[in-house]
């Protein structure tokens, strides 16, 4: 039998339980990489700000290409995760809308870049782009239907457009420091709402 480690673990629970962890913080630093230096980045500073050695890269992502993809998975997760968490915590429905699309516009930024580096492959690109409206589109359509439930704005949006068009205004941010898509959202999202019956 083999033996437990001090938590009640066996040591290859233990070692499957840091290799998760592990994997986790570098694509962490990974991403967060990405959005100051591009995903052609190189590995060396990938390690150095996810604290672990190049190995433990190379031993999660043996190509630079997967390491991109697993990024962009994990960006997708994490936005899908937060819209059910932001309808439990948030003020309102609208409040948590506007959070969401706040993460959401986070994402686009960070996925700058991902896009391109995939178009080599283009079959793992289309892959990933119907995971993204798979994992994406039922989280904005909760969003968009609780807070029209809530009468916070008008029926009809539908979450495709809506994603579609935060999508369009996000594009030109890095080539423009004068241009702000977040003010622009802002201004679409007041459009979503119902007129304030006096």
């Known amino acids: 039998m083999a033996a437990e480690g001090p ?4 040591p290859s629970r233990s070692k499957r339980a840091d290799a998760q962890r592990n994997r986790e ?4 630093a990974a991403a967060e990489v990405f959005v100051t230096s591009g995903v052609d980045a190189p ?10 050695g190049m190995a433990t890269i190379y031993r999660h992502f ?20 937060a819209g059910p968490n932001l309808l439990t915590i948030a003020a309102s429905p609208l409040d948590a809308l506007r959070q969401w699309i706040d993460l959401f516009v986070d994402f686009l930024v960070t996925k700058h870049g ?7 492959d283009s079959d793992r690109f289309a892959a990933l ?5 798979d994992r994406l589109l039922p989280v904005c359509a ?5 807070a029209v439930e809530a009468g916070d704005i008008r029926p009809g949006t539908q979450p495709y457009e809506l994603m579609r068009g935060i999508g369009n205004l996000c594009i ?6 004068r241009y702000d898509p977040r003010r622009l959202i802002s201004l679409l999202l007041q459009g979503l709402q119902r007129p304030q019956t006096s």
């Open 62 to 81: 043996p190509t630079r290409s997967d390491l991109v993809t697993a990024v962009y998975q994990h960006q997708i997760e994490a936005c899908a995760e």
């Open 142 to 146: 909760q969003l968009l239907d609780a």
């Open 172 to 177: 030109g941010r890095d080539n423009d420091p």
């Open 25 to 28: 913080t570098v694509l962490t």
């Open 43 to 52: 590995i060396r500073q990938i390690a150095a700000q996810a604290g672990v």
């Open 114 to 120: 991902l896009a391109d580096a995939l178009q080599s």
């Open 129 to 133: 782009h119907a995971y993204f409206l």
């Open 7 to 10: 938590a009640g673990e066996s």
